[in-house]
């Protein structure tokens, strides 16, 4: 089986499974929270989550079917961008990026600078139910630190310092699904899709906020993967920075 035909299989399965988890969600869902959208009734729901960001109480807990769409739309962007700027791909006039010009000292600061960033998105994810931050900041965070190392010092030495692009894919793919597995997973116990599984726990603690924290840390590797390909696909297929 050639490559187009791998690929045209992977995208349709891709899709097949994007419609049959809305169909299910569709099938399933039913909203617990109608009724006024008042303050106190958002910091309830955070109470009952047991976070102290009410904003990621509400985009990760009584809202989460809009992020989850959001992040399939990020999740469909990040394939097309693969898909048509793979310079492997037949006709691609993709060309090597060019080698970085930036002085010894920018190079340096840019590896000094890239762990800290990284730390820091890695930081915003994680501590995203206890306060500002969350998975989509973070993982952007810690994105933008790659793409100042790839200014500094070019793409290709970045890349070799990351995984290899294949066990890449899996990774952000196998988080995205991660993350649909435990939005749908209620319904075999006979709860609404989005309930959470994980306990609330003690408000303030890190080991809290039920599903929050998974949520925030899968949605950090898959925005953090999603970026950089896009970042390094762009940069490939213009020849450079």
């Not at 501590?127 to 790839?150: E, I, R, Y």
């Not at 994980?198 to 590797?221: F, K």
Request: aromatic residues 8%; hydrophobic residues 50%; contains cysteine.
């Amino acid at each position: 089986m050639n490559r187009s035909i791998r690929r045209s299989l992977y995208i349709t399965s891709i899709f097949a499974l994007v419609g049959a988890f809305c169909a299910i969600v569709w099938h399933g869902f039913t909203y617990a929270g109608a009724g006024s959208a008042s303050v106190q009734r958002w910091i309830e729901t955070a109470t009952l989550l047991g976070t102290r960001n009410v904003v990621s109480s509400i985009y990760l807990g009584t809202r989460f079917l809009d992020s989850v769409l959001e992040l399939l739309v990020f999740a469909v962007a990040v394939l097309g961008v693969r898909h048509f700027l793979d310079e492997t791909a037949p006709g691609s006039t993709a060309e090597p990026p060019d080698p970085s010009s930036e002085s010894h000292v920018v190079s340096a600061a840019a590896r000094l600078m890239l762990p800290i960033v990284v730390l820091l998105g890695l930081y915003l994810a994680v501590h995203g139910h206890l306060s500002p931050g969350g998975g989509f900041s973070g993982g952007v965070v810690a994105a933008s630190g790659l793409l100042m190392a790839a200014i500094a010092i070019g793409s290709a030495p970045v890349s070799r310092r990351l995984a290899p692009p294949t066990a890449l894919e899996r990774i952000e793919w196998s988080a995205m699904l991660l993350i649909l597995a435990l939005v749908v997973a209620p319904v075999a116990i006979s709860l609404p899709p989005f309930s959470p599984l994980l306990p609330a726990g003690t408000v303030g603690r890190l080991a809290s906020g039920g599903n929050v924290l998974p949520y925030n840390l899968l949605i950090a590797i898959k925005v953090f993967i999603g970026s950089w390909t896009v970042v390094q696909q762009f940069l490939r297929h213009r020849g450079g920075i």
